[in-house]
Structure formats: structure tokens, C-alpha cells
């Protein structure tokens, strides 16, 4: 079952602030956010584990609440580079290994 | 630097054939995973693989079965294309560890006409 991602779509202006959101309905493991550029790949930024711990990205952050199984992704002070399909992918407690579930995706778009 | 390297990056394929779609990878990962991504529904899993001759069925396996017989490489296969079956594919690897960051390759844009 996908998470789900809010705002389908955001469009800021160079310097703006952002929050990206993804929920679950299952217990989760961890939280991990990608980026993908137009025509490229999806690249990692950050992975959220149960318990608090976080790893990534040093200009983005996150949080994870594991009681409401959603995560937030905060984009600070955007940069035109910041834009992009961001995908919050899920890996449910007690699920199966590497099993990795993403969302439907944020468009976001930085102008100048 | 980490490379996964998708054979095809463009394919046009008629109803019926069938299709592989090669992935390699060369980080020695034990992780390897095919998605599709369409506009508007994200990246779904169709297979992953854990280990060498190891495969698990994703969230969407229907129409499609995979093969991995070394550990660099893993083969998505179309058996019988179908026009619903035009898609980008992504193969992407990770290493052991439960929370691997995943590495993705370019993409294969398959066609079926």
C-alpha cells in the first residue's frame, strides 16, 4: 500500500521555505526521501529510522512521528537546484526486508 | 563511483513479444529492485532480489517475472508484452543492510505498440 504524499504539487520562489509530507496507514520501520530531477534518476536524500535516528542530507531535513506514522520533509531558504519530483518511500514494521514502498511524489518548482 | 547501468534506454517492442531489460550493477550490492514509474502513480515495485538465485514479488509482479543468476546482474522479463506495459522501468541496488540507501539506474523507456 503507497504512503501518502502532500501537497501534489508546490511551486516557491528562490529562498522560500517548503514542508513535504508523506503518511501511512501500517507501522513503519523507516522513512526515506528521494529526489528526481527531470529525465534523471531518483538520488537519496535522507532515511528516518524508528527510534529517531536520521541520516541524510546536510540543507534538508525531517522528522518522523512514529505514533502517527508520518514523516515531513522541510526544505529551507530553496534554492532554483532544490527543483524536482521529491518521493517518500516506506518500510513497514514487521514487513518484508528491503521492501521499500514509494508515494505518488511532490512536484516542487523553485523560480527565481 | 557507484554505477547501475540499464542496457536499454529506449525501447520499441510490439504486443506479444518478449522483452528483457537488463540492469548490472558493480558496488557488489546483495539488493537489487525493479519499479515502474508512471505519470501520476510514483514508483512501484514489481520484483527485488536479496541475494543471487533470491527473488520476492513486489507490490505489482503480474505480467512480469525476473532472473538472477550472478550478483551484479538481474533481468526483468515481459513474457507476452502488453500495451499496458509502456512504462519507465527503474533498476536500482543496495547493500545488506535493512535501511540501504538505493542506488538507481537511468531508466529504461519501453514502448509496446
Redesign the interface.
Known amino acids: 500500500q503507497?504512503p501518502v504524499q502532500s501537497p501534489q504539487a508546490v511551486i516557491l520562489r528562490e529562498g522560500e521555505d517548503a514542508v513535504i509530507n508523506c503518511s501511512s496507514s501500517k507501522a513503519l520501520?523507516?522513512v526515506?526521501w528521494?529526489r528526481q530531477k527531470h529525465g534523471?534518476?531518483?538520488?537519496?536524500l535522507m532515511?528516518l529510522?524508528k527510534g529517531g535516528e536520521q541520516k541524510g542530507h546536510e540543507k534538508i531535513s525531517a522528522s518522523f512521528n512514529e505514533k502517527k506514522q508520518q514523516s515531513s520533509l522541510y526544505l529551507t531558504a530553496s534554492q532554483l537546484s532544490y527543483s524536482g519530483t521529491y518521493?517518500c518511500?516506506t518500510?513497514r514494521s514487521g514487513g518484508?526486508?528491503?521492501?521499500?514502498?514509494?508515494?505518488?511524489?511532490t512536484l516542487l518548482t523553485v523560480n527565481p | 563511483d557507484v554505477k547501475?547501468t540499464q542496457s536499454s534506454r529506449y525501447l520499441v517492442k510490439r504486443t506479444g513479444e518478449k522483452v528483457f531489460l537488463e540492469c548490472v550493477q558493480d558496488m557488489d550490492h546483495e539488493?537489487m529492485?525493479w519499479?515502474r514509474q508512471d505519470p501520476?502513480?510514483?514508483?512501484?515495485?514489481i520484483y527485488?532480489s536479496?541475494d543471487v538465485k533470491m527473488k520476492?514479488k513486489?507490490?505489482i509482479p503480474e505480467g512480469y517475472s525476473v532472473s538472477r543468476e550472478k550478483k551484479e546482474r538481474f533481468s526483468l522479463i515481459l513474457e507476452s508484452a502488453s500495451t499496458n506495459q509502456t512504462s519507465m522501468y527503474?533498476c536500482a541496488s543496495?547493500s545488506g543492510s535493512?535501511?540501504?540507501?538505493?542506488?538507481?539506474?537511468?531508466?529504461s523507456r519501453l514502448t509496446v505498440l
Not at chain 1, 40 to 44: C, G, K, L, S
Not at chain 1, 97 to 105: A, D, I, R, S
Not at chain 2, 40 to 45: C, N
Open positions: 503507497q520501520y523507516s526515506h528521494y534523471e534518476a531518483p538520488v537519496f532515511i529510522l518521493f518511500g518500510e518484508s526486508n528491503y521492501k521499500l514502498t514509494f508515494g505518488k511524489g | 547501475v539488493n529492485f519499479y501520476g502513480l510514483g514508483l512501484r515495485l527485488f536479496y520476492e513486489g507490490d527503474l543496495s535493512y535501511t540501504g540507501e538505493l542506488f538507481f539506474g537511468e531508466g
